[in-house]
């Protein structure tokens, strides 16, 4: 199914056996192919930016989703930043020594860490 402009509007079920959609409040994600989304690039990132969610596919197979930038989404991606992941170990190490810092020490601490690379 496509929208007047063209772009793919297909509608992935609400269950996904994931429960990153959830984790999100993503309401419904449209899946496009690869070659759609070279072709309607613009379009598909102008509809993310309006909040859309689009499951990428691979001759129907899902390998990717573009989701719009969000709070959400950039506590998901630094959940995978190596720079934040091995701060989250250093504290949880600290935790569990009984040892805590306050919010300044962090904050300084996360400034002189070095940026990822």
Same mark, same amino acid.
């Given at each position: ?7 793919? &509007? ?33 379009? $598909? ?25 969000? $709070? ?40 002189? &860490?070095?940026?990822?690379?």
């Amino acid at each position: 199914m496509r929208t007047p402009d063209g772009v793919p &509007s297909e509608r992935v079920p609400s269950a996904l056996g994931c429960s990153h959609k959830r984790d999100y409040n993503i309401p419904q994600m449209a899946t496009v192919g690869i070659r759609d989304l070279k072709t309607h690039a613009s379009d $598909i990132v102008e509809r993310a930016e309006a909040g859309d969610a689009f499951l990428v596919t691979r001759r129907g197979k899902p390998v990717a989703v573009l989701l719009p930038f969000t $709070i959400d989404t950039e506590d998901l991606i630094l959940t995978h930043a190596p720079r934040f992941i091995k701060l989250r170990e250093e504290g949880r190490a600290d935790l569990r020594k009984g040892k805590t810092i306050g919010w300044e020490m962090l904050k300084t601490k996360v400034q002189k &860490s070095p940026p990822d690379r």
